[in-house]
């Protein structure tokens, strides 16, 4: 199951607070935060690889969130790219493979610190390597914050052309949200909420090649072909149970270990690149003959739901995002129906009403507007603020780079090819800015 079926605990994050470490002088604050986080989290990578040992499972990345760092900004003021270089140097001396919380929350409007923030986050992902960001712009209880979705889309645009002789990384190191969540151990959206303890250690598990290898079995076994939706909605259940019972075991000791509360196990079905553990193989095994074909949403619905039911009865902890993710870049059989056009950005923001968590790792054209950017975010916070669930966009403009070419980030990130978008503009509406109103469905006191 481990080497066949690529199955492993895709992350172990741990969540620090940072509050106790504000201070109205930006450098003492610094050190504040670089003591604070290699003091916490100096066991961390020894842990999981003992772990791994033992179990003989991989932990594939071990990482860490913090308190969104607009509200450190607020009480010092300063150059915010400050404390992005201080996450960035404290991740370089712990060894872990990303730091996420260079965040601000503006669902309802600005506070202190929020906009300096924000106006900085493409500079500061441009000279940090670990640093990633995220703006929670929207939310079911305050509606989408409009200014702020304008903003994000010249962001997205800055932190590709900053990058653009990588790749345009900064893009793929930034996630604007609605309705965020406080426990998310995946990056590059993590970051540690003001309502959880002051450390806690998290898991995210993985295991899309497992469910595939399952449902093949099936069709192998019984005519997969012959089997009802019901049946196969079964099997997945099943088998997220074991998986999330094992993000169990791995998260409870790694708490333990380390002497931290154990947080949540977000049973999210996280794919990579590697052949075998995609999503989009999965709804190809219950019935697709290409992802992003007539049904592609109703079979991830049923998957999405099946893999909620199977976790739930494993964990009395679930939490984060628990689903199934549909990044373009990090699916082998998403970057597949890209290439041959039969999966589309229309087709993917459908999916995004269905399973966790939205528009995610997606190649745009370099020249894309600001303002087209900014539509695309306003269409999936729009999804998530009227479902009540958390929507999010992370694209990546291929500044520099012709439409039959593609980008190629490497390792997790994957690669994948530039996908069309429509060509009409969308200007005069997000320069309304302002705020779309809270739905009636918030009203739920």
């Known amino acids: 199951m481990i080497q066949e079926e690529k199955l492993d605990i895709r992350t172990i994050t741990m969540g620090i607070s940072l509050l106790d470490c504000a201070d109205a002088d930006i450098d003492r604050a610094c050190d504040k935060i670089y003591n604070k986080i290699t003091s916490k989290a100096k066991n961390l990578i020894p842990v999981g690889e003992s772990i791994e040992k033992k179990y003989g499972i991989p932990i594939v990345n071990k990482r860490i969130s913090v308190t969104p760092i607009s509200m450190l900004l607020a009480i010092s003021g300063g150059d915010p790219v400050k404390y992005a270089k201080t996450l960035d140097r404290a991740a370089k001396t712990l060894g872990v493979n990303f730091i996420g919380g260079y965040s601000a929350l503006v669902q309802k409007g600005f506070a202190a610190g929020d906009l300096e923030l924000i106006e900085s986050i493409p500079r500061a992902l441009s000279e940090t390597e670990f640093v990633c960001s995220s703006v929670n712009v929207g939310a079911t209880k305050a509606g989408i914050n409009m200014d702020a979705v304008a903003i994000m889309g010249n962001k997205i645009l800055e932190s590709a052309k900053l990058t653009s002789d990588r790749q345009c990384i900064g893009a793929a190191k930034l996630v604007v949200f609605c309705n965020a969540v406080e426990d998310n151990p995946f990056m590059a959206g993590a970051f540690h909420g003001v309502g959880e303890a002051d450390c806690v250690l998290s898991v995210g598990v993985s295991g899309p090649g497992v469910v595939r290898s399952a449902l093949a079995k099936m069709n192998a076994n019984s005519a997969l072909d012959l089997a009802t939706m019901n049946e196969v909605a079964e099997v997945i259940k099943k088998t997220a149970f074991k998986i999330t019972r094992m993000g169990q075991l791995v998260g409870s000791e790694a708490a333990e270990m380390l002497g931290v509360p154990f947080g949540i196990v977000d ?16 709804l190809e095994e219950i019935g697709l003959e290409e992802c992003g074909t007539h049904g592609t949403t109703a079979a991830l619905a049923m998957l999405n739901d099946a893999v909620k039911k199977g976790g739930v009865m494993a964990s009395s902890s679930v939490g984060g995002l628990s689903g199934a993710f549909i990044p373009v870049t990090e699916d082998a059989g998403m970057i597949s129906a890209a290439r041959s056009g039969t999966l589309t950005i229309e087709k993917l923001e459908a999916m995004t009403s269905v399973c966790s968590v939205g528009l995610d ?14 539509a695309i975010i306003a269409d999936e916070a729009a999804i998530g603020m009227i479902n009540s669930k958390t929507t999010a966009v992370r694209l990546i403009p291929a500044i520099g780079i012709a439409d039959d070419e593609e980008l190629n980030f490497g390792g997790l990130l994957g690669s994948g090819p530039i996908m069309k978008l429509h060509k009409q503009s969308s200007a005069k509406m997000i320069k309304r800015g302002g705020r779309i109103p809270a739905p009636l469905q918030s009203l739920k006191n």
Request: net charge negative.
């Open 267 to 282: 049973l999210s079905l996280a794919p990579t690149p590697a052949v075998g553990d995609s999503v989009a193989h999965i």
């Open 361 to 374: 790792m997606i190649v745009v054209p370099g020249d894309t507007t600001a303002e087209t950017i900014s």
